[in-house]
């Protein structure tokens, strides 16, 4: 089945065109990669998917249905959750508080009126967040404030309030930037774990090839806002205009 | 603030919760209570009437009673500055509008002092959602300059379009307050040992609402808006992107301080028996911002200390024959000295010495 649909999407900035004509499907169980150079559109089509920038023309449609007229937090609700580049988590909050706030949303919605509610009685938040810690492997921090964390957990707290959400599409926005070897390794078997466990569909965009060409079933190259390529890991190694736009003198 | 609110509620009242349902106290909820009666119980007195301290602070009965319904309107502020971390400069229109709508509904309604709470409460509440919706469609300054705006509207309409309502330039005179119960006179000593301690029945009847305030604001922070909340203020953005309606969630937060601003709005006017046209003004609304930020913003009690020390300031050391004529200056050395030294207010000095005592990192 046919999960994300975009259908000839611009946006175009004054008069820079960011996104170009862009039209991508992907398939429930499929994990995609989007690559490109610098400035290629990666994160602004993730930013039209993710509602947080308004399309200049065309369509994208989650499950059959068009997002472009709802809010972010509608298409959340709707089940596309995104993970930061950067750790965009609740610093002042403890970890288990900043999951439990994405089980809240997963669980109860976007809005409520249980401000007289014991958040004691929310016990299916509670298992959420619990089961999102321990998948991250964050449990046995989760008493900790989250600006205490170092950068590595701050980036897996950040992916797990992705998941707590119980999204059907996740996208990764360079979940492994300015993280350590170590910290990257931890990571990339995370996602592997999730893709496992959870049977996840998600779009990774990546700068590092090693991660991109180890974890996805199918890479989308983006130049200039365009699509340039598309295809499997082994296709896109092969491809002559890839290798000249992209990757020409990387080593791979 | 909680040491450990699970504990309890896990062990013991699982099925009497179920029971009396929701509101049912859970976790420490019933200790604060407890313990917050106990300190209003005891207030008035030590304040007015203990030999020794009273003479000190000089302190008086009916200053008391102020003193809790301004810590209920400050106490309403800091949910939204505090912990939504929205800064509303039009409070004034909360605390205004309803101690003038309270004060209309005893002269043509009637002047039960419950049913006056009541209905300045509700006008407040739904001023309040008015103004929070056209409102928060900005945010940061413009919001506050917005709040202002809409406060300093109301302040022109009943100086005088709205006179012939408000009594304008001259205030709001004609309130007619009757007994508590239809039986007990507001102004009147309680008897006995109850009159050494509280005083008056305006004092009881307004600790007992401020002890009400003081429970629903809790139970307010206990629950899922209280995370909700403290998540908008840290990051809006990752609040929207976990699937929260943030706009939703800031105007319950908006209309829920405009909840208490009128509580503390109608005992105002119920207190000092008129209805001044300053209630409507803008420096209302920033005495409240002041009491909120010196007592301590995102606490619970912070707010009520802050609004007792500026209306100690205010109204005791002004008299004072020596330093008394220069009371707003020290209001301000002291507003700028405890913010310099303590940025979480002096009830987050209170937090950090107790912290440093006990050793513990305890949130």
């Known amino acids: ?252 | 603030m909680s040491d450990e609110p699970e504990v309890a509620s896990e062990t013991g009242d699982g099925s009497l919760a179920d029971t009396i349902g929701v509101f049912a106290p859970r976790g420490d909820e019933l200790r604060i209570i407890a313990a917050t009666a106990a300190v209003l119980a005891l207030f008035p007195y030590v304040f007015a009437r203990m030999p020794v301290v009273s003479d000190v602070l000089q302190g008086y009965q009916g200053l008391t009673t102020l003193i809790l319904i301004w810590g209920i309107f400050a106490l309403g502020f800091d949910l939204l500055l505090g912990y939504t971390g929205l800064l509303s400069f039009g409070h004034a229109a909360f605390w205004g509008g309803a101690a003038y709508a309270t004060g209309v509904f005893s002269q043509h309604v009637s002047g039960s002092p419950i049913l006056m709470v009541l209905a300045g409460t509700v006008f407040a509440v739904l001023l309040a959602w008015g103004l929070g919706f056209l409102s928060l469609r900005r945010g940061g300054i413009y919001f506050a300059i917005l709040t202002l705006a809409f406060a300093q509207m109301l302040f022109y309409m009943s100086s005088s379009p709205l006179a012939f309502i408000t009594g304008g330039e001259n205030g709001f005179t004609g309130v007619e307050t009757t007994d508590l119960f239809g039986m007990l006179p507001l102004q009147d000593d309680l008897p006995f040992l109850l009159g050494e301690l509280l005083g008056t029945v305006m004092y009881a009847f307004t600790a007992l609402l401020a002890l009400l305030s003081i429970a629903l604001a809790y139970r307010i922070l206990q629950s899922p808006y209280g995370m909700v909340f403290r998540a908008i203020r840290e990051n809006e953005q990752r609040a929207e992107f976990v699937g929260l309606n943030v706009w939703r969630y800031r105007l319950m937060s908006f209309i829920l301080s405009g909840l208490f601003a009128g509580i503390a709005g109608s005992l105002f006017t119920i207190h000092g028996n008129y209805v001044p046209l300053s209630s409507l003004y803008w420096t209302e609304s920033g005495e409240v911002v002041i009491m909120t930020v010196l007592g301590g913003t995102g606490s619970l009690f912070g707010p009520i200390i802050g609004a007792g020390i500026y209306l100690y300031v205010e109204n005791i050391v002004s008299g004072f024959d020596t330093i008394g004529p220069f009371w707003h200056l020290i209001l301000g050395i002291l507003f700028v000295a405890v913010i310099w030294a303590f940025p979480r207010g002096i009830w987050g000095f209170f937090r950090d010495v107790r912290d440093y005592v006990t050793g513990g990192e305890d949130r």
Request: charged fraction near 25%; proline fraction near 3%; avoid cysteine.
């Open chain 1, 1 to 252: 089945m046919t999960l994300l649909e975009i259908d000839g999407l611009v946006k175009e900035f004054g008069g820079l065109v960011a996104t170009d004509d862009v039209n991508l499907s992907i398939e429930e169980g499929e994990r995609v990669s989007i690559i490109g150079p610098n400035g290629a559109g990666k994160s602004t089509l993730v930013n039209l998917i993710t509602r947080r920038l308004d399309p200049t023309a065309g369509d994208i449609r989650f499950k059959g249905e068009s997002i472009v007229n709802r809010e972010p937090h509608e298409v959340v609700q709707m089940g596309i959750s995104k993970s930061f580049q950067t750790a965009s988590i609740f610093s002042d909050l403890t970890v288990r508080e900043n999951a439990e706030i994405a089980a809240l949303a997963a669980e109860h919605g976007s809005f409520g009126f249980k401000f007289l509610e014991h958040h004691d009685s929310l016990t299916g938040v509670h298992a959420v967040a619990e089961d999102t810690l321990d998948a991250v492997g964050l449990l046995e921090q989760a008493d900790r404030t989250a600006t205490d964390l170092p950068y590595g957990d701050k980036r897996r707290l950040e992916i797990a309030l992705a998941l707590a959400a119980e999204p059907d599409l996740l996208l990764m926005d360079e979940p492994t930037a300015g993280m350590s070897p170590e910290e990257t390794d931890a990571t990339v078997d995370l996602i592997e774990e999730v893709k496992r466990e959870l049977g996840l569909t998600f779009v990774l965009i990546e700068h590092d090839m090693e991660i991109v060409f180890r974890i996805s079933d199918r890479i989308v190259v983006l130049n200039r806002g365009q699509v340039i390529a598309e295809g499997t890991p082994e296709e896109i190694k092969g491809d002559s205009a890839v290798q000249e736009a992209y990757l020409g003198g990387v080593e791979l």
